[in-house]
Each structure stands twice: as C-alpha cells, then as structure tokens.
C-alpha cells in the first residue's frame, strides 16, 4: 500500500507563485509514475502533470505547460508542483496520485493511489 500526503495548498492572488508537496510513504518503486490532478466544482478532475518515479521524464497538461514544474525527491520520497504566474482559472483541489504500472496518461481512473487533496484558490 501507498499512501500519499499533499501540503502546500492555499489562497492566492493572480500572478503568484505556490509550490504543492506530495509526501509518499509505503513502497515506492522505480517503475512507479507519480502525477498530479486537479478538480474545480462541478468540473471533471483533469490530468496536470506526471513524473516518472525513477527516471524523472515529466508530462504536462496542455493547459500548464511553460507555468508549472513538476519534479522528485527520490531520497524523501516526495513530489512537487512549482506553480508560476498562477491564473484564476488554476482554482481547484489539487490531488497527488501514483501508478504503479508507469502510466502517464490523462485518465485518472488508471491511477491506483490518491492523496485527499490541497485547495489552490487563485484570486483575480
């Protein structure tokens, strides 16, 4: 089993910079793919990032690319979301999930493991 803490959520304005923390604990393998989603009210939860556990390679949503970073403490078995020039349309609960199968895809019923969420509001 794995289990999977975000920190780091909060409010605040357009333009700012927040960076959200995934702690992992449980048997974390190199095959392993780590990603974030996020889900505003009444929306779908939607794929933001994924990261290769054990080699690092990164994939980004469409949406967030050029303004997100997401990277790994393979040591502190934790993931980051560095989120830059922050848009009110960013508002949402953001969640940490991981595959143990290495998938890096967009459809988050493929990920087994998920976190309970951060609230990321972005006020404009």
């Known amino acids: 089993q794995v289990q999977l803490v975000e920190s780091g959520g909060g409010l605040v304005q357009a333009g700012d910079s927040l960076r959200l923390s995934c702690a992992a604990s449980?048997?974390?393998?190199?095959?392993?793919?780590m990603a974030w989603f996020r889900q505003a009210p009444g929306k779908e939860r939607d794929f933001v990032a994924a990261?290769?556990?054990?080699?690092?390679?990164?994939y980004y949503g469409d949406s967030v690319k050029g303004r997100f970073t997401i990277s790994r403490d393979y040591a502190k078995a934790t993931m980051y979301l560095q989120m830059n020039s922050l848009k009110p349309e960013d508002t949402a609960v953001y969640y940490c999930?991981?595959?143990?199968?290495?998938?890096?895809?967009?459809?988050?019923?493929?990920?087994?493991?998920w976190g309970q969420g951060t609230q990321v509001t972005v006020s404009s």
């Open positions: 449980g048997r974390i393998f190199s095959s392993y793919v």
């Open positions: 990261i290769s556990w054990g080699g690092g390679r990164s």
């Open positions: 999930t991981a595959d143990p199968a290495g998938y890096t895809g967009s459809n988050p019923s493929r990920y087994d493991y």
